[in-house]
């Protein structure tokens, strides 16, 4: 626990109470509310949004072992790691049949920021009925936060990937150094949620019995919003085999160097604070201890052994002026990172859905709205809502009946609207 004078303790819990609801709220699971219809240097050189093209593969690769051990050793990445394409198969558990949809937890092979071939961890989900001519279409849903240690991944709860009210095929990524055991998740790094996010969809296509077209949708709310952004900004380039047909993108983590409020400032410490931890697993020039303050290394333990509840527990009562000795957004080489991890700095020919709600604290509606006319400014085509009275958790379901008519537009070829001026 962090040291703090025992007169700080009621301010101390109640800032923890707040943050903590706010942050918590923001969970986006592979099966959410919103999901069924209810509800090298960031962008620097060869990880830029127009990136190398990486062929995946949907070919003759070796077979991936069928796992059938306990769930713990799944996530037990093979040491040393096969070569692979990206999207490429290493392993597939079965989890089962139910309501004429097969879910499978996965292993697949994609690439982080430094281009380096990583295992990441997921789930798909498929209907067992006739697929329609061509196959099923798509969607990969992008989480939203759970932390930075790999035992926080969503797919380690065997849960069906949301459905999003499309009919077909639905994957759901744990990102990259979410999942295998003893990695760490470079948290809102865009090329590496982005990679994870376009190759579960090649994964996808290299399950046969699954049936999946080349037609896909970005989906993501919060963090997942940030790493949708970012998948529909490479998608191009990287996986020229597909076709997106756009990103739905739910109260997403954007302006990143920007602050909208007192709420907003602890709110975006602890956001930034795990960014900060989980960049050094692709960036080793990017210490911790070089950045954070003696009361945060003296809680640096909780980024590797707990969950986003326990970071915001041992973090959100650190005084602001006692956070860090060097704040990353003003020092290098962590501000740099962090400016480059911004997406909507280009415009992408699929359309993009954008929505907020009015009474969202974690993400404040005016950050939205800031980041909508950047990309408007672009020529983005973009259809926004803004919902009243809504905030983080609950703009999902209210916003899931109107994406889910977005897309089930987009797969009978309506020209997308634009609520750009």
């Known amino acids: 626990?962090?040291?703090?004078?025992?007169?700080?303790?009621?301010?101390?819990?109640?800032?923890?109470?707040?943050?903590?609801?706010?942050?918590?709220?923001?969970?986006?699971?592979?099966?959410?509310?919103?999901?069924?219809?209810?509800?090298?240097?960031?962008?620097?050189?060869?990880?830029?949004?127009?990136?190398?093209?990486?062929?995946?593969?949907?070919?003759?690769?070796?077979?991936?072992?069928?796992?059938?051990?306990?769930?713990?050793?799944?996530?037990?990445?093979?040491?040393?790691?096969?070569?692979?394409?990206?999207?490429?198969?290493?392993?597939?558990?079965?989890?089962?049949?139910?309501?004429?949809?097969?879910?499978?937890?996965?292993?697949?092979?994609?690439?982080?920021?430094?281009?380096?071939?990583?295992?990441?961890?997921?789930?798909?989900?498929?209907?067992?009925?006739?697929?329609?001519?061509?196959?099923?279409?798509?969607?990969?849903?992008?989480?939203g936060t759970v932390g930075v240690a790999g035992r926080c991944a969503l797919s380690r709860l065997g849960q069906p990937a949301g459905d999003w009210g499309v009919e077909g095929v639905h994957a759901a990524t744990d990102y990259i150094g979410m999942g295998p055991v003893g990695e760490i998740h470079p948290y809102l790094s865009g090329?590496?949620?982005?990679?994870?996010?376009?190759?579960?969809?090649?994964?996808?296509?290299?399950?046969?019995?699954?049936?999946?077209?080349?037609?896909?949708?970005?989906?993501?709310?919060?963090?997942?919003?940030?790493?949708?952004?970012?998948?529909?900004?490479?998608?191009?380039?990287?996986?020229?085999?597909?076709?997106?047909?756009?990103?739905v993108s739910l109260a997403p983590a954007t302006e990143l160097t920007e602050t909208y409020g007192p709420v907003d400032e602890v709110v975006s410490r602890i956001v930034g604070v795990m960014m900060l931890y989980g960049s050094a697993s692709e960036h080793p020039e990017i210490r911790f201890e070089d950045y954070a303050g003696p009361e945060l290394l003296a809680v640096r333990d909780v980024f590797n052994e707990g969950c986003l509840d326990d970071?915001?527990?041992?973090?959100?009562?650190?005084?602001?002026?006692?956070?860090?000795?060097?704040?990353?957004?003003e020092t290098e080489p962590a501000k740099s990172l962090l400016q480059l991890n911004q997406p909507g700095l280009v415009a992408t020919e699929a359309p993009l859905f954008l929505a907020q709600g009015t009474d969202d604290e974690r993400v404040n509606v005016q950050r939205t709205r800031d980041f909508f006319r950047r990309v408007c400014e672009l020529g983005q085509v973009t259809e926004l809502r803004i919902i009243e009275g809504e905030d983080h958790g609950s703009i999902v379901p209210a916003a899931a009946p109107a994406a889910a008519a977005w897309m089930n537009a987009r797969l009978t070829d309506e020209p997308a609207p634009d609520s750009c001026p």
């Open 311 to 329: 970071i915001v527990s041992a973090t959100a009562g650190i005084p602001a002026d006692a956070f860090y000795a060097h704040d990353p957004l």
């Open 191 to 247: 090329p590496s949620e982005g990679n994870s996010v376009i190759d579960a969809v090649r994964a996808a296509r290299n399950l046969p019995e699954a049936h999946a077209s080349t037609s896909w949708f970005s989906i993501g709310h919060s963090q997942g919003g940030h790493g949708a952004l970012f998948a529909g900004e490479r998608a191009a380039d990287r996986a020229p085999e597909l076709d997106l047909l756009g990103t």
């Open 1 to 143: 626990m962090v040291a703090t004078a025992r007169h700080h303790r009621p301010v101390r819990c109640a800032v923890i109470a707040v943050v903590a609801a706010l942050l918590l709220g923001g969970c986006t699971s592979a099966s959410s509310d919103g999901a069924d219809g209810t509800g090298t240097e960031g962008r620097g050189e060869g990880t830029s949004a127009s990136t190398t093209k990486d062929q995946g593969t949907t070919t003759t690769a070796a077979p991936p072992e069928q796992y059938d051990g306990s769930d713990e050793d799944f996530y037990v990445v093979p040491d040393p790691l096969p070569e692979g394409k990206p999207g490429q198969l290493i392993r597939v558990q079965d989890l089962g049949v139910a309501d004429g949809q097969q879910t499978v937890r996965v292993m697949y092979h994609s690439r982080d920021a430094g281009d380096r071939d990583r295992a990441v961890t997921g789930i798909i989900t498929y209907p067992t009925a006739e697929p329609p001519e061509g196959g099923w279409p798509v969607t990969s849903q992008a989480n």
